[in-house]
């Protein structure tokens, strides 16, 4: 991030503006501290240009308003985004148009995002991707000192910041000098208004224009002292223009004090409050603070409430919930608190701001004590979904549970079945398989004798889904056939897709093409009824299972079409999971390079990324037949994963991975055990491709196998000996390393054009294993490797390698060579400890001295 002075600050606005009205749009993060100058630097530049500009705000409510900027913006615009925002919720509408609108040269700024809802924030993320293809400038202001680790904005700042059209500015404090500018007129002690202001612009400013003697320790004192100027008419209306907002409504206003214009003006004249278009605007969020903290408890309350009262009797206002909701609780307005937080949190979800859907949720559960129960019940249902959405997944359990036992209170067994399902899937998705089984029975023996009931339908797909963890393909096929008939006979075609979906999964240990077919057409339903969440799911589960059975052609077509699919709808955890597998995918295809940057990023994100079991198993793969270090780390957290989420389906996937590894290092002892381990599971899975891998590794062992006629044929030919039709098969699947690997079991010439492909690959471990058959052999020639190898590279690292240990002889850190590379620094730790391997050194500091003998040889 740059620190800039506010002339150089004013300069990259501008060339970036410049640069946006070519056709190669740009999107500016600016950041910095309360009072640093980051509004009134975009203020600066915004008066010195002649083009449209869209202004929006972020409030500090209680629950930010969804899309409350954008809302801003079409009261600004003539067209069709006002009406879209008017109507029901379709955000892939909303935030086309608003794309549309930066097709036409135009500033769009959106201020104080740390307050922003998700939806807003989805927006930002979206136009920060196709910023490059408008003509417009989105800027983009935030407090830098109110980022938690957990706070959304930084999940946007880490995604946008990635894009080339994207930079991030920050405000620096006023210098001494700046200061001593500013102060001209000053009677005291510069630099010690310096140092107690901390350079801050909007302390300075108020310090010097407050008329007081000496220098007040806080803000507050400021404000309160140039308050104090105001009859006690003015008082009351800051008061309540202070309870109101950040940006006042003048006839809002009027409605809470009845006072005149003119005593409005008191606060104008003093330059406490400014006139922004139609609104009255406080000079800075700090002295509306100040002014709101000094108002006694009672007072607030009151003014709460007539602000309330105010807007629930405006035509506008009323339909502004969040914001009814945020006054309702200030104003301890218990009846209103139940009206307008659930139909606020409803808004909310809606727009995907699930967190402000939580916390308006939360609100209104907090005062529904005395609701019938069906009442409450449905609040808790409604908050376990949203709870689950941001990661309250012990909160979304607990809160189903308190809405089962109040549906079977207020006699409803349908909806009590229905939250029972519910509350399986959580369980589930938690690790607590046997009480996710356990409740989805007791669901089942609610629902079954009810029958028929729609409910059913989700009960009979949450018990396929069960069956298919635990193996039980049959069941599950039975289970997601009853759910199909349910759905044809009440005519619900829409609830198609996901038992579709279901019983394609189930299918596949049993008729594989069945299975894929199932899929396909749940996929084409999906999209026909625009269930993007459903249909990113299909997308993610294809191209793990066209991978997971080497159907690489059919993978290459589902990762075209759905990666891109997930990143447009901001489905980011399909995408994540698909990330996991296009690693693996690009392994097999011999895209070693690519495999590693994907696997990497997909292996970074949080623990339970569902993308993070397929991508560990792509690197300890990939760092196996590199011969790099920290191979059984990746497999071991691989397996760990695995094991917990319970589908045992996919641990050959893993077992075979970790065989090979063992392989690769010697071990043909634990080579054997790990194949052992699952091979009668994959033998009853009927899963070809674990089945002829774990026979592979299980003969590579010494053991003697049998395989089924079903088995994968590369292994299967290749256990028979036929390891010239082996490399054939893999050739034609695009497989090198595994050609390679088929190559090496035949005669010298097949060995040399193994030992080619190996050494192109950087795979080490089996290119050594090659020399090794060939010397014993007695071949009289032995290609000995690329030319690098000795002075340039004589410890076989990969180009990625070579650069980090160039870097460490200059004695960066890592965070500097992620910088440099433009890579991250967990990417740059595992390439520094796989450098310290490879050069069986203990230390960066050994290995940069290292570089330097052989620089200096």
Request: aromatic share 6%; glycine share 6%; net charge negative.
């Amino acid at each position: 991030m740059e620190i800039l002075e506010r002339e150089s600050a004013l300069a990259q606005l501008q060339t970036a503006w410049q640069t946006a009205q070519t056709g190669n749009g740009r999107f500016l993060l600016i950041s910095g501290e309360a009072g640093i100058g980051k509004t009134s630097l975009v203020e600066q530049f915004i008066q010195r240009q002649t083009s449209r500009v869209l202004w929006g705000a972020c409030d500090a409510l209680f629950t930010p308003r969804p899309l409350g900027p954008l809302h801003d913006m079409a009261a600004q615009l003539r067209g069709e985004l006002l009406p879209l925002l008017e109507a029901p919720l379709n955000r892939p509408a909303i935030f086309a148009a608003c794309l549309s609108v930066c097709q036409t040269p135009t500033i769009l700024v959106f201020e104080d995002i740390h307050w922003a809802d998700e939806a807003t924030l989805d927006l930002l993320k979206y136009l920060g991707r196709r910023i490059q293809q408008t003509s417009s400038l989105v800027i983009a202001t935030y407090r830098d000192d109110e980022l938690g680790t957990q706070h959304p904005l930084r999940l946007l700042l880490g995604e946008v910041v990635r894009h080339p059209g994207v930079v991030r500015l920050g405000v620096m404090p006023l210098s001494v000098t700046a200061v001593r500018h500013l102060a001209q007129n000053y009677a005291g002690d510069v630099t010690q208004l310096h140092r107690l202001t901390a350079g801050n612009p909007f302390f300075i400013t108020q310090v010097l224009t407050s008329g007081e003697e000496g220098i007040p320790l806080t803000v507050r004192e400021v404000v309160l002292a140039r308050v104090s100027r105001l009859s006690l008419s003015g008082r009351a209306v800051l008061n309540a223009a202070a309870v109101i907002g950040q940006r006042i409504e003048p006839w809002l206003l009027k409605a809470v004090t009845q006072a005149e214009a003119d005593v409005v003006d008191e606060s104008l004249e003093l330059g406490i409050l400014l006139v922004q278009g139609d609104h009255f605007v406080f000079r800075h969020e700090l002295a509306r603070q100040a002014i709101l903290n000094q108002i006694a408890p009672h007072q607030r309350t009151l003014l709460h409430q007539a602000v309330l009262d105010a807007l629930i009797v405006s035509a506008t206002g009323k339909k502004d919930l969040a914001r009814l909701a945020h006054h309702a609780e200030a104003a301890g307005d218990k009846e209103a608190i139940l009206t307008y937080a659930p139909q606020a949190a409803r808004q909310a979800e809606a727009a995907k701001a699930h967190r402000a859907a939580v916390q308006l949720f939360e609100l209104a559960l907090a005062h529904a004590e005395n609701l019938p129960a069906a009442e409450r019940a449905q609040l808790l249902d409604e908050f376990s979904v949203e709870c689950d959405i941001v990661n309250r997944r012990p909160d979304a359990i607990a809160k189903r549970r308190e809405a089962v036992a109040l549906w079977q209170e207020a006699g409803q067994p349908l909806r009590q079945g229905q939250s029972l399902t519910k509350l399986a899937l959580l369980l589930q998705v938690a690790g607590q398989k046997s009480e996710a089984e356990a409740t989805n029975r007791a669901a089942l023996e609610i629902l079954e004798p009810l029958a028929p009931n729609l409910e059913l339908i989700s009960a009979y797909n949450m018990e396929a889904w069960l069956s298919l963890g635990n193996g039980d393909s049959e069941r599950g096929v039975a289970m997601a056939e009853k759910g199909i008939t349910l759905a044809q006979y009440f005519e619900e075609e829409v609830e198609l897709p996901r038992l579709l979906e279901i019983a394609g999964l189930c299918w596949l240990y049993l008729d594989h093409a069945q299975g894929t077919s199932l899929l396909e057409q749940s996929l084409r339903l999906a999209l026909k009824f625009d269930h993007a969440t459903r249909a990113g799911n299909i997308y993610a589960n294809l191209a793990s299972i066209y991978v997971d059975f080497y159907q690489f052609e059919r993978a290459e077509q589902t990762f075209a079409e759905g990666l891109p699919f997930t990143q447009e709808r901001h489905l980011d955890s399909l995408r994540a999971y698909m990330d996991g597998w296009l690693a693996l995918h690009k392994l097999f295809l011999g895209e070693w390079a690519a495999a590693e940057t994907v696997g990497m990023e997909a292996s970074q994100r949080s623990s339970t990324s569902p993308g993070r079991g397929p991508a560990l198993v792509a690197l300890g793969r990939l760092r196996a037949r590199r011969g790099e270090p920290d191979a059984w780390t990746a497999l071991d957290e691989g397996l760990d994963m695995l094991l917990k989420q319970g589908f045992r389906q996919r641990e050959g996937m893993v077992r075979a991975a970790r065989a090979e590894a063992a392989w690769l290092a010697g071990d043909h002892e634990k080579t054997f055990a790990e194949a052992r381990l699952v091979y009668d599971l994959a033998l009853s899975h009927h899963h070809e491709w674990y089945v002829g891998e774990l026979a592979f590794w299980l003969w590579c062992a010494g053991e003697a196998v049998e395989l089924p006629e079903w088995a994968a044929a590369p292994f299967a030919l290749q256990i028979a000996g036929d390891w010239r039709g082996a490399a054939e098969a893999w050739e034609m699947m695009g497989c090198p390393y595994e050609q390679a690997r088929a190559l090496a079991y035949g005669d010298s010439d097949a060995q040399i054009k193994a030992l080619t492909l190996f050494e192109q690959l950087e795979a080490q471990p089996m290119a050594e294993w090659v020399r090794q058959q060939l010397r014993a052999a007695g071949a009289d020639v032995i290609p000995r490797g690329p030319r690098a190898s000795t002075k340039e590279n004589p410890f076989y690292l990969t180009n990625r390698q070579m650069e980090v240990w160039a870097l460490l002889a200059e004695e960066l850190t890592n965070a500097d060579i992620a910088e440099r590379l433009h890579i991250s620094p967990k990417t740059v730790d595992h390439h520094v400890s796989a450098v310290l391997g490879k050069l069986v050194v203990s230390s960066r500091e050994e290995a940069a001295e290292l570089a330097r003998q052989l620089l200096s040889d």
